[in-house]
């Protein structure tokens, strides 16, 4: 579950990227977040990731209030939540295997368990056969989908997912989207940040739309097929 409640942030120079937002995602929705560029789509999912602090209001994950929590807690709350970025942000220096291995061993899993997954994780994904190539090698889909398999290898509870379809083509950016379906079909929780409201008109999924800073509409699957958000 996600909350926010109240929740501003405003950064040091005294940009307010985020004003008195509220909402609730409950375990097991799917949902997107919608939005111009710079109407603070990524400063809220850095607040869920712990990144950034609200500078005003709460925000509570699985019922734990992100306000409250050290330093030294923050690496647990990571643990159950898988990210996904739009420009990958692989290792391209190692192999596909060790990228999505790396959550892992960090974790401190030992080497039997961290193959068990790692290999789990990229069946999910379309990938066994590529775990020795390095990312150099692979299309720009294929690496979202490495991405998308280190992002769920610790088997979290939440999935978040920036702009994940950004650099990619209609088609493959179709397919990623359905890989967010398949995990939420199995009870992950998924929220992904994007501006491609064509694709998102296809999922019939609820929308939270921002500008600049402020939650102007939070619309309901049943009312986003065949809409138009007037962006």
Not at 6 to 14: C, F, T
Not at 37 to 49: F, N, P, Q, R, Y
Not at 109 to 136: C, M
Not at 205 to 211: A, P, T, V
Request: glycine residues 8%; proline residues 4%; without cysteine.
């Amino acid at each position: 579950m996600i909350r926010f409640d109240q929740v501003s942030k405003r950064y040091a120079e005294g940009r307010e990227a985020l004003s008195r937002v509220n909402f609730e995602i409950p375990d097991g929705e799917m949902a997107f977040l919608t939005g111009h560029s710079g109407a603070g789509k990524s400063t809220l999912l850095k607040l869920i990731i712990v990144m950034e602090r609200a500078s005003q209001g709460q925000v509570f994950v699985q019922g734990t209030n992100l306000n409250r929590v050290s330093r030294r807690q923050i690496p647990a709350i990571r643990r159950d939540i898988g990210v996904v970025f739009q420009n990958h942000q692989l290792l391209f220096d190692r192999t596909v295997y060790d990228n999505v291995a790396l959550p892992l061993t960090i974790a401190g899993y030992q080497p039997r368990e961290v193959g068990r997954r790692v290999r789990a994780a990229l069946a999910k994904v379309s990938l066994s056969n590529k775990e020795k190539q390095f990312p150099i090698a692979l299309s720009g889909g294929e690496q979202q989908r490495v991405g998308i398999a280190r992002a769920v290898v610790n088997k979290p509870s939440l999935l978040l997912a920036d702009e994940p379809t950004g650099n990619l083509d209609p088609g493959l950016s179709e397919e990623i989207m359905n890989l967010f379906v398949q995990f939420n079909q199995v009870g992950v929780t998924v929220l992904i940040a994007s501006h491609d409201l064509g694709l998102i008109s296809q999922m019939n999924r609820r929308q939270l739309r921002l500008h600049e800073g402020r939650l102007m509409e939070d619309r309901p699957a049943s009312l986003t097929v065949g809409s138009d958000d007037g962006q």
